[in-house]
Structure formats: C-alpha cells, structure tokens
C-alpha cells in the first residue's frame, strides 16, 4: 500500500527547510543568537551521547560532565601551548593540529569511559548513576588541581581550531559572505552545525540498526538479551565508550564556544542538565535528544537577555525569581510532567501530532503498524512504551 | 596522638549524621525502589524552617515544627509523584525525584541566598573536654541523640508491624500486597521517616564546627551517598557502617590535608568518592548488601 507522493516528500521537505535555516540564519541573526546556536549544538552533540547510554540501554549515567570536561580540557591542552595565566600558572600544552587534538581528545575521552568499565558494566540502571557519581567529583578535583593541564581554578584559554589553514578565528584570513564578515562566532557556528549533523546521523544509524536493537533489549530485560545472544556486559562498556566519545566532541565545542572553559562549569549540575534535556526530549529518540538540547540550553539564556521586558523575572541584584531560578523551575517541572504523563517527551509529542493529522480512519492502516508511519520513525505508542521502560 | 583522637571522634560524629540521612535512603529505596535524589533538598527544607521558627518559638519547638515540615514534604512528594505508580519503573521514578530536587533546591537556594543561619541550639559553640580530646559539645550531641535515632529506628524496623511489613515489602512487593500489606501506607510512613531523619541531620550539619545553614547544605547530603554505596543499597546496618567510615575518613583527610597536599585540595569530599569507588570494584553492592540474584 504506497502513499500520496505528498506524504512521503512532506517530512524531507520540512528538514530540508530546516538545513537552509541554519544555513542562512549568520547571516541575519545578532552575535547573541549565534552564540546561543552554538552552545545549542554543543549540548545536542553531549545529549544525542548520553541518551544512547540512558535513553537506549537504560543505564543512569550522572557523569557526562566528567566526560565533557576531558574533551574541553583535552583538546585545550593537546592544541595548546605552553603559556602563563596569570597567579603564577603556566600551563603546558602539545601544539598539535587542532584537527588532530580534537580527534584525540574524543578518543581520550573515549577510553576514560573504557577505564570506567570494570564498573560500569557490572552496574545497572540506579547503581550506575550513583557509582558514575564519583567521577563526576573525581573529575572536579583533579580539574581544580592539574594547573598545569586545566590552569586550575580560572580555565585556560582554549586554542581557536583551524582547518588546513583556515583559522576558525575573526580576520585569518578574511571572510565576507554576501556583505556579511564572517567572524569567529559565523565560522563556529557551521562547524558546529556539521558535527551535530554527523553526530546525529551516526546515532541514528546505531539506534536503529543492530546494536540499537541489542541495547533496547538490555534495557527491557538482561537476561532474555543474553539468553538473544546479546553480550551483554561487552554492549553496556560499548554503550558507555560511545556515550563518553560524544561527550568529549560536545566539550571539544564548548571549549571552543566559551573560549576559555572554568572547571566549575563542570560540576554535577552539569551533568544533571544533560539527564534534563534526554528526558525533557524523549529518552530512547535522538531527535527528541536534540530538541531537548535546544529547549535546556536556549531556555535560561533567551530568558536572561530578555529579563529587561519580562516583568515577573527579578534583575540581578534583586530579591525575587531570577532568570536562571525561572528557567529551573521550568524545566525541573518538565522532567516530572514528561515522566508522570508517560509519553516520549518533545519526540512523543511530535509524533503524537503527527498521527492525528496524517491517519485518517478510511484509509489508515491500523495505528500500530509501523509502515505506516511517513518517515520509519517508531511511532508514538512505542515512543509511550520507550517512556515506561526506561 | 590525641589530635588523631580528636579526628576520629570528630569523624564518628559526622559519620552518624550521614547515617541519618543514609537510612533514610535505605528505608525508601526498600519500601519502593526509589532512589530519592531529592533528601538534599528534603533536608535543606526542614533545617530552613528550623531556622526560620527558632527566633521566634526558641530552638525545640521550632525543631518539632522543621521535623514536620520536613516529613509532610516528603510525604507530598511521595502522595503526588511517586504513589500509585507501580508499574512505572523505579528509574523513571528516580528521575522524577531529582525534577523535584531541581525545583525545591534553587527555590530554597534563592530565599537563603548568602545568609548563613543559625539554629540557636541550646550547645552554642563551647567545647568540651573529654579525657584527653577536646570536642565540639554539638558533635557530642549529634552523636547521642543520632545514636539514640538509629537504635530507635532499628528496633522499629525489626518489630512493629510496619517495620515488618517494610522488609516484607523490599522482599518481594507483590507478594506482600497480597498478604494483605497496604504498599501505599508502608511507602508513606518511609517518606516520612526519611524526612525526618533528614531534617535532623540538617541541623545538625548546621552546627558547631560548621558556620550555618548555607544555601550548599544540601550538597552535603551528597555525601550519604557514598555512605550508602559503600555500606550497600538494602542495608540499614550498612548504613550505619558506611556512615562512620565515610565521616572518619573524611575526617581524618581533612585533619591531614597539610600531609596530604600532593594529592591537591580540598579532599575531603572527594575523598568519600574514591572509597565509594575502591569498595565498589571489590563489592560491587556494597560491605552489607546482599548481592543480587536473578532468577529466571
């Protein structure tokens, strides 16, 4: 049974609409909004990580700050050189090709998380979350005291990245695009936009092909994986490897975004915001990873710029509800709306609105059955079974 | 000699508040499988309204008012998000539990700001010699009354009905249930007894030789965690066990941070990590836990 040729090219031609907007969107938006994409796409990369750790095969992970930190301080330090902060620190560094220290960092972060697999594969669900707890404590004390490598307290400065000579920095060499000067937050912005597209395709091909199929089955029940055939203890230590992999690429960006990243950033709060935008966005989907991203991240920022207009949030100095309190209590209220209502979070929602324009009764399959669904995508009654799993 | 003295009782004493907040984990996680990322802020919420009260009623009455409000917090989270949700995984309750966690602890975070506060506890700040030691007289108390909580809590568990009931709950739920056992009721009073619990160790924290309340108090309660892994996850005795390692090691870190420099500073906190850590990868659940076994 095919469908309208319109059905089927709808869903293409809304994310090609998409793609052209991130693509033209430098080009008009003020340096506040491109600074804003940025770190969004930073978080969707960090997101789309853990959820396949904790979305996919069910594992509580609380230390992707851990891993965030290796690949922003990583690539700072392999990129870097050796240079005096100030207070007496010089911190050491490599030289090495930005190209070369961002893939080197991912991998260190990669093998961290291979490190951690003694444990990590011997624990389920909770006991992983509290026992990757210490890593994120861990991580905060060695950030604090490796000066040389993280320039302790203050950050370091981290090396502007470059391409086979094309410098991702303001005027080398200089770039105008149809009268726009493509600064440092332009240049970025396309980077980091092609890494979140690779990072998502990637994922996506994961998620749905065998070893996405073996998570989900770990995730549901253990032992019927294993008795499936599915090694197990090797695909939670895999899970855990790729997840800390993605981790690293998204702190390689948020060292490059912030320019010079702090050990504080990467506290547990950190690491608790990353949990609040898988869930936010629907554990188990990588779309609903990026969106999420987009919402955690974007929420406190677009309210702080405009906190001047917004009469019930309070300016900085004052008594009252803050930009950033504002933004936590909407989304800590988020996190126990999705869950408490069991759907599959902005994914679900997405796919629930879907259904009920695109089904109709006369002609529609019966609602579950996957082909009928435009795209491939799960439909939302397994985006609600996903939610109850987890 | 005596300043290792002094460290080890400093560091029981410590150990005994986390043991209060560690129960509390372990009392909820048996009864329904939650793992409760919020007691930080159950405990910052309790010790606030103690200090909020004290001023103006004197210290016990307003700690009887912060122990209630403590317990009915945990008991309206327990009513509203975590009840009657059986066939919800305990993971996706958890989660709920650090959404609720967010919310409460940057609210509590905004009303204290950088106010330190006291609790006007009738100890003040005097020490008091004991033999050879000299001891913060609020760690002596914490200890006594703590120990005084704990065994209260132990016979409670081992002979009223709901204690029973409790552990017949953490062995097998449904079975429970159709013995006649009410979940919902067994679920409620743990709530409650760990926000209690946590309201206690709140305040204490809060004492002598600590400044205050400040608005990072919650974050100490982290560290019952590590008390609580490395005693295990379904063990009160373990809780008590991991309690006091972790206090004293804790202790005793700090008391020789001056040798300890070359591992960087500070190390108190992480220093209950990396024995979290250690005991892990030698027991996976824990000194007391009993390990899983998965029938099919």
């Known amino acids: 049974m095919s469908e309208p040729l319109w059905r089927r090219a709808l869903p293409r031609l809304g994310w090609l609409v998409l793609l052209i907007l991130l693509l033209v969107l430098p080009l008009y938006v003020a340096p506040f909004w491109e600074q804003l994409g940025l770190f969004v796409f930073a978080a969707a990369i960090g997101a789309i990580g853990l959820n396949l750790i904790t979305g996919t095969a069910g594992q509580l992970s609380l230390a992707h700050a851990f891993f965030l930190a290796i690949g922003a301080y990583g690539y700072s330090y392999l990129a870097g050189g050796q240079v005096g902060i100030g207070g007496g620190i010089t911190v050491q560094g490599r030289g090495w090709p930005p190209l070369l220290a961002m893939i080197a960092a991912v991998a260190m972060a990669g093998f961290v998380g291979l490190l951690f697999s003694p444990i990590s594969r011997r624990l389920r669900g909770i006991y992983l979350g509290l026992a990757s707890l210490a890593l994120v404590f861990l991580g905060q004390h060695v950030l604090q005291n490796a000066k040389a490598v993280t320039g302790g307290f203050y950050g370091r400065n981290a090396q502007p990245f470059s391409l086979f000579g094309f410098t991702f920095t303001d005027d080398d060499p200089p770039l105008t695009v149809l009268n726009v000067p493509f600064g440092q937050l332009e240049r970025l912005w396309y980077l980091g936009l092609v890494l979140m597209i690779l990072a998502y395709l990637f994922a996506q091909n994961l998620v749905r092909g065998r070893p996405g199929r073996a998570l989900r089955t770990i995730r549901d029940n253990e032992i019927a994986a294993a008795v499936m055939g599915v090694n197990v203890r090797r695909y939670k230590a895999g899970a855990f490897v790729v997840s800390s992999m993605y981790a690293g690429l998204a702190g390689v960006l948020i060292a490059l975004a912030f320019q010079r990243p702090v050990p504080d950033y990467f506290g547990l709060q950190l690491s608790i915001t990353y949990l609040a935008m898988i869930v936010i966005g629907g554990l188990g989907s990588v779309r609903g990873a990026v969106a999420g991203a987009a919402f955690v991240t974007a929420l406190p920022l677009i309210l702080t710029h405009y906190s001047d207009s917004l009469p019930f949030l309070a300016q900085p100095g004052q008594s009252g509800v803050g930009p950033a309190d504002f933004s936590n209590y909407i989304y800590g209220g988020a996190i126990i709306l999705v869950l408490l209502a069991q759907k599959g979070g902005l994914a679900g929602l997405v796919n629930a609105v879907r259904e009920r324009f695109t089904s109709r009764p006369d002609t529609a399959a019966p609602r579950t059955n996957p082909q009928h669904d435009p795209t491939g995508h799960a439909s939302s009654e397994s985006a609600n079974k996903e939610a109850q799993q987890i | ?296």
């Open chain 2, 1 to 296: 000699m005596t300043y290792f003295g002094e460290l080890v009782i400093n560091g029981v004493s410590l150990g005994f508040i986390y043991t209060l907040i560690a129960l509390g984990f372990v009392v909820i996680s048996q009864a329904t499988e939650v793992i409760n990322f919020a007691q930080g802020s159950m405990l910052l919420l309790g010790a606030y309204v103690v200090a909020v009260f004290h001023t103006s009623l004197g210290f016990v009455p307003a700690l009887l008012i912060g122990i209630a409000a403590g317990a009915l917090g945990a008991f309206l989270i327990q009513a509203i998000l975590v009840r009657g949700r059986g066939r919800v995984d305990p993971t996706a309750l958890t989660i709920i539990t650090i959404g609720v966690d967010i919310v409460l602890a940057s609210e509590l975070n905004r009303r204290i700001g950088q106010q330190v506060l006291s609790f006007g506890a009738p100890w003040g700040d005097n020490d008091v010699k004991l033999g050879p030691f000299t001891v913060p007289q609020a760690r002596i108390a914490a200890v006594v009354i703590s120990i005084v909580l704990v065994i209260g809590f132990f016979l409670a568990y081992k002979f009223t009905s709901w204690g029973i009931a409790t552990r017949a709950t953490a062995e097998d739920g449904e079975a429970a249930a159709l013995m006649g056992i009410r979940r919902g009721r067994v679920a409620a009073i743990a709530w409650v007894v760990a926000g209690a619990l946590a309201t206690i160790a709140g305040v204490f924290l809060g004492l002598s030789p600590s400044p205050g309340l400040t608005n990072t108090s919650n974050l100490t309660a982290l560290n019952a965690f590590p008390a609580v892994v490395v005693g295990g996850l379904d063990s009160t005795t373990g809780a008590v066990a991991g309690g006091v390692i972790i206090g004293v090691v804790q202790s005793l870190v700090d008391g020789y941070s001056s040798q300890l420099a070359f591992l960087g500073q500070p190390l108190s906190e992480v220093s209950a990590y990396v024995v979290m850590l250690l005991v892990l990868l030698w027991r996976p659940s824990g000194l007391f836990g009993t390990r899983e076994a998965i029938r099919v």
